[in-house]
């Protein structure tokens, strides 16, 4: 069902570029679920893996085009290139990415997507005492958003709450 959904929103979003903030909300769950399909290598009759990346490198672009427009949604811009970092395996770029984009987070004041990428950034650290600490930032994060149980917790089976 979400992927039909996602393909609705894709035939209404066609080619247009980002003009509004409210678009903001449908850029971020777009790349979400194109994220979480790909990295858990989903396919079926009706669409590849190979599509899949295709449209998240597709949304990637909008992101960042939509970033350049409205400055806020930068952290985004990051979250999404340190993802299509980890599922090509570079490591160490999406670790310098979601760096990056908890500092632009930070500049802009947007605490959902700091903690988005504290999340990210917690599965890809060396050290297990920094692990522990993005992961406890991101959750208090979240707690003080009033998000008790993001979905983010869900997607990643070793760290349910």
Known sequence: PALAVANDIERILGN?????????????????????????GYSSASITQRQLRSRLRRMHFRIHVFSILIPMSTPLKYLSAGRRHLLKGH?????????????????????YFIAMLEFELAHVVDSESERSALDASARERFRRLGIENPEVFWKCPAVQP
Do not use: H, N
Not at 91 to 111: N, S, V
């Open 16 to 40: 247009a570029q980002p003009v509004a903030i409210y678009l903001l909300p449908t850029y971020c769950a777009m790349a979400d679920l194109y994220y979480a399909l790909c990295r858990s």
């Open 91 to 111: 490591l160490w770029r999406a670790r310098r990415t979601f760096r990056k984009g908890i500092q632009k987070g930070e500049k802009y004041r947007t605490p």
